[in-house]
């Protein structure tokens, strides 16, 4: 019996295997999650391509380390900290825009959300179709339009370059805005909730070589308030009629008032569905 003990204690001294706590699975978890976002972010930017040629540089220093090429190894040594901060700034409107999105990320909204049912949404159906039939009217005379919708980033900077109107968003006062010849039809009109609140804002222009050389600053500026911002755009087009939808850095163009309906639900985030912590104390209830 002896003997098998000490078999046993000497396996477990020898070969040393380390205690697995849930901390290091969780550590694991943590540092996937961070580099498979993090390297599905950078394939979108332009770091991606700055790292080919970052792959490029390790494997040429690799090889002046393997053959002691003092010299070269001494300039890497002094650049190091140089290429870094180049790095940074060359990449800073790529890290600006993630840091952005990260700060919009409400990963515990739904966990802690203590409330009654969500009913209401971000603005009523009345503004939703009077968006939709001022869009549609103004398409058909090829009226320009550029209509920014609050998400849940607050719009607040934009809204001070414009002029104030604070009124409740009906098809005619959108209509009325952007009709040519007057004072506010130039800019960007602002709507949070139920209401119009500036009109004749300046918005960001977009820097996206993606975007059709066709369109003009009206289309790249309503792709540059939804790459700054989480808000939606909607953009009428005054040379051709047709209506677009910028969101998250992307354009959506020549949709029907269906699609512009369907986007608008989505925005609007109205449901009818009780908070899970709620939900689970009600299925709690019925249990017993």
């Not at 380390?65 to 060359?90: D, G, H, K, Y």
């Not at 370059?161 to 604070?166: A, F, R, S």
């Not at 939606?232 to 269906?258: F, N, P, Q």
Request: proline share 2%; aromatic share 6%.
């Amino acid at each position: 019996m002896e003997q098998i003990d000490f078999l046993f204690d000497f396996n477990r001294t020898s070969l040393h295997m380390p205690t697995v706590r849930f901390s290091d699975i969780l550590e694991i978890f943590i540092i996937a999650f961070l580099v498979y976002h993090i390297l599905v972010w950078a394939k979108n930017t332009r770091l991606w391509s700055l790292l080919k040629g970052v792959i490029v540089i390790v494997v040429f220093i690799l090889v002046a380390a393997l053959f002691n090429m003092s010299t070269i190894l001494w300039i890497v040594e002094r650049i190091f900290s140089i290429a870094i901060i180049a790095m940074v700034v060359i990449l800073q409107p790529e890290l600006r825009k993630a840091l952005e999105e990260l700060g919009r990320k409400n990963f515990f909204s739904n966990v802690l959300s203590l409330g009654d049912p969500k009913t209401q949404g971000r603005f009523s159906d009345r503004t939703l179709n009077e968006i939709v039939r001022a869009c549609v009217e103004m398409a058909k005379v090829r009226t320009g339009a550029l209509i920014v919708i609050e998400n849940n980033h607050p719009l607040t900077e934009f809204e001070r370059t414009g002029i104030e109107v604070d009124g409740i968003v009906t098809s005619q006062l959108l209509i009325n805005i952007f009709e040519h010849n007057t004072p506010l039809h130039d800019g960007a009109v602002v709507i949070k909730g139920d209401r119009v609140t500036a009109a004749t804002c300046y918005l960001p222009l977009s820097d996206n070589m993606g975007i059709g050389k066709e369109l003009g600053t009206r289309h790249r500026a309503g792709v540059g308030v939804s790459e700054a911002t989480d808000s939606l755009t909607i953009i009428v087009s005054e040379e051709t009629g047709k209506i677009s939808i910028a969101y998250e850095g992307e354009l959506e163009r020549a949709v029907d008032s269906d699609r512009l309906r369907e986007r608008l639900r989505i925005l609007q985030d109205k449901h009818t569905e009780e908070a899970p912590i709620k939900h689970l104390a009600r299925k709690a209830k019925a249990k017993k």
